[in-house]
């Protein structure tokens, strides 16, 4: 069995779903449910299927209701980042989170849908992660692979995995999937209040230490509520 890199993961959940609208006018966007299950607890138990024993969650947008849910849950044991005074976005939320958080550790969207491979994605991260080259893996998956998405993707990669952003107006070969493993070095000076992790990126890219690896599963686009049937009529025909 692979040890894993880290037995913690945190769980972005705090943005206000706009793309998910109408139905975010009354859940938060982690508690729309896809196969009967809220997405939230689909990230959940991959995590508490793959060995991960500990979920820092990060709220703001209808707080209670997704803190109430996650109270019901036993594993992975949940913890919560409170963002109610202020929306910090990605980089901000990691930052805020940091001294709660071991050096490396997971971090992935709460909106995720995935089927893993032959090994659970955390697995492949921990396999693949060398502390010395890198400050962020991140699991990227084959734009043509991407169900359900629209975009002209995110990254390009070379033989040694390091990333580099898509060249406009090209289509880029990978899409972020929304879960990376991640060296507290990336968070290094960073800014300060809300900011996207994409500023830690580009930092990290310029100086060759953003990865990418390739997912082996099947990853699936939820972020609209048309991209709902889809999924769940894919996920019945695995």
Excluded at 10 to 37: E, Q, Y
Excluded at 178 to 190: E, N, T, W
Aim: aromatic share 6%; hydrophobic share 45%; with cysteine.
């Amino acid at each position: 069995m692979t040890t894993l890199a880290s037995d913690t993961a945190m769980v972005l959940a705090a943005g206000m779903g706009k793309r998910m609208r109408p139905l975010t006018a009354s859940m938060p966007k982690p508690m729309v449910r896809v196969m009967g299950k809220p997405m939230i607890d689909h990230a959940l138990d991959r995590l508490a299927d793959a060995g991960v024993a500990k979920a820092l969650v990060n709220v703001h947008y209808m707080p209670d209701t997704l803190e109430a849910h996650l109270a019901e849950r036993k594993d992975p044991a949940i913890t919560i980042s409170d963002e109610r005074p202020q929306l910090l976005e990605t980089g901000g939320g990691l930052v805020k989170a940091q001294d709660q958080l071991p050096d490396p550790f997971f971090c992935l969207n709460s909106d995720n849908i995935w089927l893993d491979g032959p090994r659970n994605c955390f697995a492949d991260l921990s396999v693949r992660w060398d502390p010395e080259q890198m400050d962020a893996l991140l699991l990227v998956v084959a734009h043509k692979g991407a169900v359900n998405f629209r975009g002209l993707g995110d990254f390009h990669m070379d033989a040694a995995g390091r990333l580099r952003r898509r060249n406009k107006p090209r289509v880029a070969p990978f899409v972020f999937t929304g879960i990376q493993l991640v060296s507290k070095r990336l968070l290094r000076d960073a800014p300060e209040g809300p900011f996207s992790t994409n500023v830690l990126w580009d930092r990290a890219i310029e100086e060759g230490r953003l990865f990418g690896l390739p997912f082996t599963g099947q990853w699936f686009e939820v972020g609209t509520p048309q991209m709902i049937a889809p999924t769940e009529d894919a996920l019945r025909n695995v």
